[in-house]
């Protein structure tokens, strides 16, 4: 991969250094004289480099939209993320509550249940007793 990469990059510069090589000899084999071909140079140049300023503009133009869109999502994806978090948290909350109601509803119910079965069971271990008591004195 690395020798069709450096090829490449050598196909690329050869052709890059042929163009120039064959320009600069067309110019120079021109039927114009050296003032002509000096003044086309230099609005030709003066036209590259307008051409490549206009491209820099638009790309940075370009990129500054890039990253103004890429704020505004990621600004919207955290704005999203909070209320969900939000509506979780208060869900969360509601059944916990919820929960908690439930639990103390059960062992209020079970401590009821327990003291109503300590009572009968306080009666009947003192019925119990006053039987003995009173088999015991008969």
């Known amino acids: 991969m690395s020798k069709e990469n450096n090829m490449g990059k050598g196909l690329l510069l050869g052709f890059i250094a042929g163009s120039a090589i064959g320009a600069i000899f067309g110019m120079l084999y021109a039927p114009k004289s050296g003032k002509e071909l000096r003044e086309d140079l230099k609005i ?3 036209e ?5 300023e206009r491209y820099i503009t638009e ?4 990129a500054k939209e890039v990253i103004n869109e890429g704020k505004r999502r990621s ?3 955290i704005s999203d993320a909070k209320v969900k978090s ?5 869900d969360a909350e509601k059944i916990f509550n919820e929960a908690k ?4 509803k059960v062992v209020e119910t079970g401590r009821a249940s327990i003291e109503n079965e300590t009572n009968k069971l306080k009666s009947a271990v003192k019925a119990g007793v006053d039987a003995y008591r009173e088999t015991k004195s008969s």
């Open 101 to 104: 109601s439930k639990t103390a």
């Open 48 to 52: 590259y480099l307008d051409e490549a």
């Open 86 to 90: 939000d509506e979780l948290l208060k």
């Open 44 to 46: 030709k140049s003066g």
């Open 59 to 62: 790309a940075r133009d370009r």
């Open 75 to 77: 600004e919207k994806l």
